[in-house]
């Protein structure tokens, strides 16, 4: 569309939104209440219409960022088929409303899906999360560990052509372009060392298949019933080793691989062998090496971190959460290998 934003805001989209919500949900809809999205999945924002008879529906809309190649998580349009897959299997997720890659509409590819009234069990910030006491926070982890298997249980076959499956190899290949990107030369050295003790110990025949990527509670919405109402974030999922789904949120949960002024502010706390015991009791199969994949998940989100934190320090994109975990990124590092000779001992 001629004149369409590079960059948005509430205003800039504020008239596409209209377009759209006239053109889509009904000739009478009206859109109000825009808002950012919280969290790192790009560019996302909140809207509601409002039709002339009171009826009124809230989405969601995500756009990939204007000028940028189309690839991993600045593919939105990606996550179709996905989430589609997903649904038809009983996952629960938000629904998606409509999605284009006609820029006539927002002068990029855009991807609707319906708002989710529900909060996450936020890991560090209170006033994100959903108001449960600290003793209910087992029992929500246990469901999201019961998600998590559904998830797994998603046939490949429904995603035929999706995405080109991921080996170990692979992964941990990608995650060092990452890190090397990061230009930090003392945890470019970590992690070699550990990205070496991840291949020699790697799984022989990992069991594979649909992962999240990115599975932790930040990601998993609870209504007021304190069920799963949605998984969100899907940017980074993909078919490959399961395995570092579970180890990811071990990781996550764990105050080990933290540290300590990150540590002060979690809030969601769990020993990784409960999640494990959990996992496993509800029938998503025995995991080889569990140790291995929560030292992979050290490996990959040290990774992202020190990249992250390069950004920010450099004024090529803000972001204070990573500046907060740059003091983790040595001891993830650290905490992987220490991980890895337990599974030695």
């Known amino acids: 569309m001629p004149g369409s934003p590079r960059t948005f805001d509430a205003e800039t989209i504020r008239p596409l939104l209209q377009r759209w919500a006239r053109a889509v949900v009904r000739p009478d809809a009206r859109v109000e209440a825009i808002r950012p999205m919280p969290g790192n999945s790009g ?55 409509w999605w284009t890659d006609d820029p ?3 002068g990029t590819d855009a991807l609707v899906q319906e708002y989710v009234p529900a909060l996450p069990l936020h890991m560090t910030d209170g006033s994100l999360s959903a108001g449960v006491p600290e003793t209910r926070v087992p029992v929500l982890l246990d469901r999201a560990v019961d998600t998590l298997v559904a998830i797994h249980r998603v046939p490949v076959a429904s995603l035929s052509g999706w995405e080109e499956p991921r080996s170990i190899d692979t992964e941990l290949s990608f995650w060092g372009d990452v890190l090397r990107s990061a230009g930090d030369a003392a945890r470019l050295a970590a992690g070699r060392d550990l990205r070496t003790q991840l291949a020699d110990a790697a ?9 999240h990527g990115d599975y932790q509670t930040n990601n998993i919405l609870f209504d007021d019933r304190e069920q799963v109402a949605a998984v969100v974030d899907w940017e980074i999922a993909g078919i490959g080793p399961q395995g570092l789904d579970l180890g990811w949120l071990m990781m996550m949960c764990d105050p080990t691989c933290w540290h ?43 990774a992202i971190a020190a990249y992250n934190y390069r950004l920010h320090r450099t004024g090529r994109r803000i972001d204070e959460l990573y500046a907060a975990m740059a003091p983790s990124v040595g001891v993830l590092l650290g905490r992987g290998v220490q991980l890895l000779r337990e599974l030695d001992g």
């Open 43 to 97: 560019i996302s924002f909140g809207f509601t219409t409002v039709q002339d008879d009171g009826g009124r529906e809230t989405f969601v809309v995500r756009l990939a960022p204007p000028g940028v190649r189309r690839r991993g998580n600045t593919d939105v349009l990606r996550q179709v088929p996905l989430l589609r897959a997903l649904h038809e299997h009983s996952v629960p997720i938000a629904q998606v409303r």
């Open 104 to 106: 006539d509409w927002f």
């Open 203 to 211: 799984p022989h025949a990992p069991r594979a298949g649909l992962f």
């Open 260 to 302: 300590p002024s990150y540590r002060a502010r979690m809030r969601v706390v769990a020993r990784p062998q409960d999640l494990l015991r959990r996992y496993e009791a509800t029938d998503g199969g025995e995991v080889d090496r569990p140790h291995w994949y929560q030292a992979l998940a050290c490996y990959r989100f040290g």
